[in-house]
């Protein structure tokens, strides 16, 4: 593992966050990022991975359960509303929709702006071990 010195000033750089950071050793294999707000958090987590200094480093996001020798079941997930009408084609419809199935990260560029007519995308977080979550229903 590259030294936190090192590894703070690379993540600072592929980041341009908004707000602050501070990143701390936690073992060999893993460093805890705490990030200032949350569109930082979402900008970060769902990039997944970024190199500093030559070595991959993946983005999980941590939970109570945390385990170094364990994966994260908490993945990042997008949503497709194939068939929205035009006129629900706004953050403020579309936000409300995604939240009644998780936590919204954030909503495609093309949704928000709407040059995609057929379908709208958000993107989410997923428990890949919940059961039923592969394909869901929003009425």
Avoid at 93 to 99: A, D, G, S
Wanted: net charge neutral; hydrophobic share 35%.
């Amino acid at each position: 593992m590259p030294k936190i010195e090192l590894i703070r000033k690379g993540f600072i750089i592929q980041t341009q966050l908004n707000g602050g950071v501070n990143i701390a050793h936690y073992n060999a294999r893993h460093v805890f990022i705490d990030l200032d707000n949350e569109l930082d958090y979402n900008t970060v987590w769902t990039q997944q991975r970024m190199t500093i200094e030559g070595k991959l480093m993946r983005i999980q996001a941590w939970t109570p359960n945390f385990r170094p020798e364990e994966e994260t079941p908490i993945v990042p997930i997008w949503v497709l509303l194939p068939g929205l009408p035009w006129h629900c084609f706004k953050k403020e419809f579309i936000t409300p929709l995604l939240e009644s199935v998780g936590k919204v990260l954030y909503l495609d560029t093309t949704s928000i702006k709407r040059t995609r007519a057929s379908m709208a995308k958000g993107q989410q977080t997923e428990d890949i071990q919940e059961q039923n979550n592969n394909a869901r229903t929003i009425s």
